[in-house]
Structures are given as C-alpha cells and as structure tokens.
C-alpha cells in the first residue's frame, strides 16, 4: 500500500523539479510549490499508511490501541502553512519580476550578473539605481 | 528570568519587529528604536552566554511539555556563543545603516524584517528540536528574501528569484529528510534523537542525515549548490550584505555541525569522507571565483564559499579538534568577513564604486582606512598575529594528525589564493592610483556610525588573535560539551 505513496510522492517531485528548471519564472514558483507539496506527502507518510482510529482514548479504558500517529500530521499542518506563506511571497516575487523586466524569461534575466564582456573580463554592475522600497 | 534568557534571541528581536512595524508612521524614530533592539539583544546575550559558561547547558521545555513530546530550547556553550555574535552581528548593522556609506533605502519593512531575521537567526542556534529548526529556517528565509526585494529594483528582483530558487529547494529537502528521519527513529527532539539513533542501523539512517545535511549545505553555500550566494548577495545595500555574508551561511554550517558532529555521532565515517572532500572542493572553487572577479563585493561573496570549506573541513574531521577548529573559525571569520564588507562599503562611499578598475588612490587620502582595512583582510589569509591564523592553525593542524595531507594542502593552498584576492583589493583601491586625475574624495560623508563599527570589529580580530586562549578554552568546553553527546 505504501508504494502507492511513495510512487506518488516520487513522480510529484519529478514534476516538480521538472517545472523548477524552466524558463518562465511562473513555472519555476508552481514547481517549488509542488516539490513543498511531495514533502508534506512524504511527512505525512512517515507517521505510516493505513487503518487506525483517531488518538483518542475510549472513555473507560486506560491506553490507546491501534491509533494514528499525529504528531507527523501536525507537522504536515505546520509545513502547510509555511508553505503557503513561501507560495504567497513567490508568486509576488514572480509578478514583480514579470512587471519590472516585461517578461518572465529567467534565462534571460541577467541584470545581477551581467554577462563577461568580449575580452572574457567581468562586466561593470550597473548599480546606480539605489532602489526605492516600497511605501 | 533564566527562561526568558534563554528564549531572547528570539523574543527579542521579534518584539522589535513588531514595534518597529508598528512604528511605520515615524521613520526617524524606527531607527532609534532599531538601534535600541539591537542593543538590548546583545544585552541578553551577553547574560545568556555568562548564564551557560557560569551554570551549564541551558534548557527550558515550551509550554512545560517534556521532551520528547514538547520543543526544547536547548542553549549549550556553542549555541550561547553563536547567539552572540548574532546580536553582535546585529548590532553593527543597525549602527552601521545610520552612516552614509551604502545604507540600505529606509522604507516600513526594512527594520521589522531585519529583526525577523535576527530571530530566524536566533532561534536556528538555540532550539533543541530538529523540526523547529526547519521553522526557524523559514523564517530566516522569508526574511532574507524581503529584505533582498527592498530595494524593487531590476536587480533585486532576479537576485531574489535566484536566491529563492535553490533556497526554498533546500529547506523542502530538509523537510524531506526530517519525514526521514522521523520515519526511522520516532523522535526529533535532539537528544531524544541521538539515543533513538542508535536503536537504527547506521547505513539505514545514513540517507536520511545526508538528505537533511545536504539541505544544510546548500543554504551554507557548499560546492556545487552555491551559485546563489553570489548570484544575490552583491545587490544587497551594505549594512545587509554585512548581516547576511555573516551570519546565514554560518547557520548552514551550525546546523551540519549540531547533525553530524552532536546529534548523529554514530553516523558512519563515509559520511564524513565525503564532506571533507565536498568542503576541499568548497574551498578551491570559492577562491578561483574570487580571483576572477573585480566588483569588491563579488570577491567577497565568493570568499564566503571558499572560508565555509574550511569549517566544513573542521567538520569532516569528526574529532574534538575538529569541532573546534569549526567553533573557532565560525566566530572569527563571522566578525572577518563582515567587517570587510563594510570596510567595502566605506570605500565605496568615498571612491564611487565598487568595482577595483574604478577606484584607486586611498592610501594617500585615508591612510588609516588602508591599515584598517588590513586587519581583516589579513586576518582572512591566516597570518599571525591575527584571528584567522589560529583558526586554520588548528585545522591544519588536525587533519595533518588524521592522515588527511591532501586536505591539509589544500588548505594552505587555498590560504595563498586568498592572499592574491587581498592583495588585489588593496592595490587596486588603496595602492594605486584613482583613474580619474583629479579625483578627491567627497565631502558630507556622515561616517561616525561606520568608523565605530569596523573599527570596533577590527578591534575584536586583533584582541582573539593576540589572546586566543580563552577562545580556544571556551570552543573546548562548547566541543566536550557536545562529544559527551546523550
């Protein structure tokens, strides 16, 4: 049963890497994304796959039998939410940089570090612009 | 009171951070407040530190939930010393933002997420839980990445998708490899964990602990995941770069030391080969990159790789004198390396750029800025009598004793390739003479604030050089402390 999941968790990172390596900066957020989602499943998996009942002990008895593990399910939850919050920043991040550049091209982002100029020698950064933060 | 000591580094500076958030309709007090942030966390760390050297490890459950089911803060000598040199590092940050040299542009979020940073920072050094640290993580990142964007510039924006890339790659890996270890132990309070590792075979648990360290080399910027590191840090304002080039790679390399040198000691020794090669790989191409380059701040940033290769090399040494050539290390170059970002920054205020083929002629307008700007550089290459020469003494030193001669070399090799970077940057901005002729430095320069700090630093590089007995002591103590392990 459990090679279900990780067969799962497997092929979700592999999109995920996969969309992390293209070019437009919106598919580089989305596969970030799904590789924070395969870690969540691979958390999760980890407190083991299968039949159990809720972690709560029956009124009249004295210990648990057969419970579900929730210590790896609140730490799914609080990845979640970290992942959200990284999410929520990303996508930001990538339409500024699509606003900023015209287009989200992140081959062709070279603005922190220009390309060498024609005698092999580093380029001179063009850092006049001290930036203006936002208000 | 020892408990709310042991949990300031981040009570503190999270608390700034909300005031000074909500202080965004008053820009000339915010700093002033900053400032007083800044000061009251090296307040408490400072009595912390003297708390733990007086009294022993440190440590205090949340919510009086026990270990293994509660997070612990768990502050030893190493952790109270990394603490520290945070707020240190805090500290001369903030002071060094009120000079004119490069400050960073003042907007409502800079001073709330430069101590949301320092609690990231904070909290990464003092907990005892192995998921907690991932949290501290996202914090330190998450901050890292808004403070990256303050500027909104074309520049800021790649430099900020680039960092953000491989970085939140790493902290999922380390995710990843928590579910791991998690997995095959039952546990993720630290302690709990170096007895629970046992129980396990070692060869099974090793690709757990390697996902999880593998996640802390890149955010240490290890060859070959570094590229980030000088992809971004150079867009940075310097009173930032300063804070960042400090203190987040140095997390990176705590962490690796609190995994493979603390938490799972029986971790078997091809583990450690393999990161005594990675770090002599580190070291090599850190510095090939810095001879390449002739902005100051790409040089630098690509000495941070080089230096972290060392104290991954203490690392991979996997002995006392190991672990304390990386403690060692770690709290020197932190105060090396930031002072000589600033020191840049001080030169860029006075000669209009950061690039060495447009500068030139300090050393007959700012004589004492050229010597001062030796100490750290010097310092860096590892010549006696200053900081950097014991450090990499007590490296050298001990893989020499364990056989390892290639690695020894390559360290002493590496030494003299930083010299060539050195060297470079003071002939060409300090040595030499400025390309425009009638070049003078400008007048109005508020530089107070900078003087004081690099001059403060430079001070402590040449105190722990010409006394580094009680440094060596206290890295022994936070080392035996550490190998006693369970």
Same mark, same amino acid.
């Given at each position: 049963?459990?090679?279900?999941?990780? %067969?799962?968790?497997?092929?979700?990172?592999?999109?995920?890497?996969?969309?992390?390596?293209?070019?437009?900066?919106?598919?580089?957020?989305?596969?970030?994304?799904?590789?924070?989602?395969?870690?969540?499943? %691979?958390?999760?998996?980890?407190?083991?796959?299968?039949?159990?009942?809720?972690?709560?002990?029956?009124?009249?008895?004295?210990?648990?039998?057969?419970?579900?593990?929730?210590?790896?399910?609140?730490?799914?939850?609080?990845?979640?939410?970290?992942?959200?919050?990284?999410?929520?920043?990303?996508?930001?991040?990538? %339409?500024?940089?699509?606003?900023?550049?015209?287009?989200?091209?992140?081959?062709?982002?070279?603005?922190?570090?220009?390309?060498?100029?024609?005698?092999?020698?580093?380029?001179?950064?063009?850092?006049?612009?001290?930036?203006?933060?936002?208000? | 009171?020892?408990?709310?000591?042991?949990?300031?580094?981040?009570?503190?500076?999270?608390?700034?951070?909300?005031?000074?958030?909500?202080?965004?309709?008053?820009?000339?007090?915010?700093?002033?407040?900053?400032?007083?942030?800044?000061?009251?966390?090296?307040?408490? @760390?400072?009595?912390?530190?003297?708390?733990?050297?007086?009294?022993?490890?440190?440590?205090?459950?949340?919510?009086?939930?026990?270990?293994? &089911?509660?997070?612990?803060?768990?502050?030893?000598?190493?952790?109270?010393?990394?603490?520290?040199?945070?707020?240190?590092?805090?500290?001369?940050?903030? !002071? &060094?933002?009120?000079?004119?040299?490069?400050?960073?542009?003042?907007?409502?979020?800079?001073?709330?997420?430069?101590?949301?940073?320092?609690?990231?920072?904070?909290?990464?050094?003092?907990?005892?839980?192995?998921?907690?640290?991932?949290?501290?993580?996202?914090?330190?990142? *998450?901050?890292?990445?808004?403070?990256?964007?303050?500027?909104?510039?074309?520049?800021?924006?790649?430099?900020?998708?680039?960092?953000?890339?491989?970085?939140?790659?790493?902290?999922?890996?380390?995710?990843?490899?928590?579910?791991?270890? /998690?997995?095959?132990?039952?546990?993720?309070?630290?302690?709990?964990?170096?007895?629970?590792?046992?129980?396990?075979?070692?060869?099974?648990?090793?690709?757990?602990?390697?996902?999880?360290?593998?996640?802390? !080399?890149?955010?240490?910027?290890?060859?070959?995941?570094?590229?980030?590191?000088?992809?971004?840090?150079?867009?940075?304002?310097?009173?930032?770069?300063?804070?960042?080039?400090?203190?987040?790679?140095?997390?990176?390399?705590?962490?690796?030391?609190?995994?493979?040198?603390?938490?799972?000691?029986?971790?078997?020794?091809?583990? /450690?080969?393999?990161?005594?090669?990675?770090?002599?790989?580190?070291?090599?191409?850190?510095?090939?990159?810095?001879?390449?380059?002739?902005?100051?701040?790409?040089?630098?940033?690509?000495?941070?790789?080089?230096?972290?290769? /060392?104290?991954?090399?203490?690392?991979?040494?996997?002995?006392?004198?190991?672990?304390?050539?990386?403690?060692?290390?770690?709290?020197?170059?932190?105060?090396?390396?930031?002072?000589?970002?600033?020191?840049?920054?001080?030169?860029?205020?006075?000669?209009?750029? /950061?690039?060495?083929?447009?500068?030139?002629?300090?050393?007959?307008?700012?004589?004492?800025? @050229?010597?001062?700007?030796?100490?750290?550089?010097?310092?860096?290459?590892?010549?006696?009598?200053?900081?950097?020469?014991?450090?990499?003494?007590?490296?050298?030193?001990?893989?020499?004793?364990?056989?390892?001669?290639?690695?020894?070399?390559?360290?002493?090799?590496?030494?003299?390739?930083?010299?060539?970077?050195?060297?470079?940057?003071?002939?060409?901005?300090?040595?030499?003479?400025?390309?425009?002729?009638?070049?003078?430095?400008?007048?109005?320069?508020?530089?107070?604030?900078?003087?004081?700090?690099?001059?403060?630093?430079?001070?402590?590089?040449?105190?722990?050089? *010409?006394?580094?007995?009680?440094?060596?002591?206290?890295?022994?103590?936070?080392?035996?402390?550490?190998?006693?392990?369970?």
């Amino acid at each position: 049963m459990s090679w279900i999941v990780a %067969l799962a968790i497997g092929s979700i990172i592999a999109a995920g890497i996969y969309l992390a390596l293209s070019r437009s900066a919106l598919r580089v957020v989305i596969g970030i994304s799904l590789v924070g989602s395969a870690a969540n499943l %691979l958390l999760f998996a980890s407190g083991r796959i299968g039949q159990g009942v809720a972690p709560v002990i029956p009124a009249g008895q004295t210990e648990l039998v057969d419970a579900t593990n929730p210590l790896p399910q609140a730490l799914v939850l609080t990845a979640i939410v970290i992942g959200f919050a990284l999410t929520c920043f990303s996508l930001v991040l990538a %339409l500024t940089v699509k606003q900023k550049t015209g287009d989200s091209d992140v081959d062709e982002m070279r603005d922190a570090e220009p390309p060498w100029d024609e005698k092999g020698q580093p380029a001179f950064i063009d850092d006049e612009d001290r930036g203006e933060p936002l208000k | 009171m020892t408990q709310f000591l042991i949990i300031s580094p981040v009570l503190v500076p999270l608390a700034f951070a909300l005031i000074t958030a909500l202080l965004y309709k008053k820009p000339q007090l915010v700093s002033k407040v900053s400032l007083a942030g800044g000061f009251a966390l090296l307040g408490t @760390s400072l009595l912390l530190l003297s708390r733990v050297v007086s009294d022993g490890v440190q440590r205090t459950s949340f919510g009086n939930w026990q270990a293994p &089911f509660g997070i612990e803060f768990v502050v030893d000598p190493l952790s109270a010393s990394m603490a520290t040199i945070t707020a240190i590092m805090g500290v001369s940050a903030l !002071l &060094f933002q009120m000079s004119s040299a490069d400050p960073a542009p003042e907007g409502p979020t800079l001073h709330p997420l430069l101590h949301a940073l320092l609690a990231g920072v904070g909290g990464a050094f003092v907990t005892g839980d192995l998921f907690n640290l991932y949290v501290w993580f996202e914090v330190m990142l *998450l901050s890292s990445l808004g403070l990256l964007a303050v500027g909104m510039a074309r520049r800021h924006m790649d430099a900020t998708l680039k960092y953000f890339t491989l970085n939140a790659l790493g902290t999922l890996l380390f995710l990843a490899g928590i579910a791991g270890v /998690y997995g095959m132990t039952g546990h993720v309070n630290y302690e709990s964990l170096s007895v629970a590792s046992l129980l396990v075979e070692p060869m099974r648990l090793l690709p757990a602990v390697a996902l999880v360290c593998a996640a802390f !080399l890149i955010k240490s910027g290890s060859f070959p995941v570094f590229a980030w590191l000088p992809a971004a840090y150079h867009t940075l304002p310097a009173p930032i770069l300063a804070l960042f080039a400090g203190l987040l790679t140095k997390v990176g390399v705590y962490a690796v030391l609190r995994m493979m040198g603390d938490v799972f000691v029986v971790t078997p020794p091809v583990a /450690y080969e393999a990161l005594g090669w990675i770090a002599v790989a580190t070291m090599v191409t850190g510095v090939l990159g810095a001879a390449y380059h002739w902005d100051m701040r790409r040089i630098l940033s690509f000495h941070i790789i080089s230096q972290i290769g /060392y104290m991954l090399l203490g690392i991979a040494l996997n002995s006392d004198q190991g672990t304390i050539g990386t403690t060692f290390y770690i709290l020197h170059h932190i105060i090396v390396k930031a002072n000589l970002f600033l020191i840049a920054a001080i030169v860029f205020s006075l000669a209009g750029n /950061y690039d060495l083929r447009k500068i030139g002629g300090l050393w007959r307008v700012r004589p004492w800025l @050229s010597a001062l700007f030796l100490i750290p550089a010097l310092s860096l290459v590892g010549i006696p009598p200053l900081s950097g020469f014991w450090a990499k003494f007590i490296l050298v030193r001990e893989s020499l004793v364990q056989d390892h001669t290639i690695w020894a070399v390559a360290a002493l090799l590496v030494g003299f390739l930083t010299l060539y970077s050195m060297i470079k940057i003071w002939m060409q901005a300090f040595w030499s003479d400025h390309p425009d002729d009638d070049w003078t430095p400008p007048k109005g320069l508020k530089l107070g604030p900078a003087w004081v700090v690099t001059i403060g630093l430079a001070a402590i590089t040449v105190a722990i050089g *010409l006394m580094p007995e009680p440094l060596y002591r206290f890295a022994q103590e936070a080392a035996r402390v550490m190998g006693g392990g369970l």
